[in-house]
């Protein structure tokens, strides 16, 4: 199965995460500390080893998720999803729709590749699509910056394109994104 990722709402602390991960019998197999740019990370073995469900506070998207990979990716992610605030798809899809100042559509568009699955989601394409091409440079770095996250290989054509953007640092994070895109992603078979 896919990993599977779950963004958390920022009313949850890293302590509320280290609870959580203890009453549910989980084992710290790693950790990061991070910083400056670099993500906090915390690895977590589920009961059996079998899952790991790896915490990350990331600074690049201003955002904390859970990552979830394994043998019982959907069990975990249910435990996680039943007991620490996330971001639904509904709720996303909304932030998106009702955003009204740039910074809070920028964040929406953040949440939106956060919270993306594996398999294209055309709601949420469609979120990361229209963003690509706002007038807020703002929103667009945004967008360029969830597509990594989202991954599907619909979104290649809009990076692109937002890869000649007028605004430098967009085109460059675009670029970035669509070569770490076509090396890891999208390699063919």
């Known amino acids: 199965m896919s990993p599977v990722r779950i963004a958390l709402k920022?009313?949850?602390?890293?302590?509320?995460?280290?609870?959580?991960?203890?009453?549910?019998?989980?084992?710290?197999?790693?950790?990061?500390?991070?910083?400056?740019?670099e993500p906090f990370l915390r690895i977590y073995h589920t009961m059996g080893d079998e899952?790991?469900?790896?915490?990350?506070?990331?600074?690049?998207v201003d955002l904390h998720y859970f990552v979830v990979t394994g043998a019982d990716v959907e069990g975990t992610a249910q435990?996680?999803?039943?007991?620490?605030?996330?971001?639904?798809?509904?709720?996303?899809?909304?932030q998106a729709k009702e955003a009204k100042e740039p910074l809070e559509l920028a964040r929406a568009v953040r949440i939106?590749?956060?919270?993306?699955?594996?398999?294209?989601?055309?709601?949420?394409?469609e979120v990361l699509r229209d963003a690509m091409s706002n007038?807020?440079?703002?929103?667009?770095?945004?967008?360029?910056?969830?597509?990594?996250?989202?991954?599907?290989?619909?979104?290649?054509?809009?990076?692109?394109?937002l890869g000649s953007d007028p605004e430098p640092r967009v085109a460059e994070i675009a670029?970035?994104?669509?070569?770490?895109?076509k090396e890891k992603n999208w390699k063919e078979p």
């Open 51 to 60: 899952t790991e469900a790896y915490y990350f506070e990331d600074p690049m």
């Open 112 to 125: 939106a590749g956060v919270a993306a699955p594996a398999e294209l989601d055309p709601d949420i394409f």
């Open 79 to 94: 435990q996680i999803r039943k007991r620490l605030p996330h971001y639904s798809r509904d709720e996303v899809l909304q």
């Open 10 to 37: 920022e009313q949850v602390s890293r302590t509320q995460v280290e609870v959580f991960a203890w009453d549910e019998g989980w084992s710290i197999w790693d950790f990061n500390k991070g910083g400056g740019l």
């Open 175 to 181: 670029q970035v994104v669509l070569r770490g895109l």
């Open 135 to 161: 007038p807020d440079t703002r929103v667009r770095s945004s967008a360029a910056a969830a597509a990594a996250f989202a991954a599907w290989r619909e979104l290649r054509e809009p990076l692109e394109q």
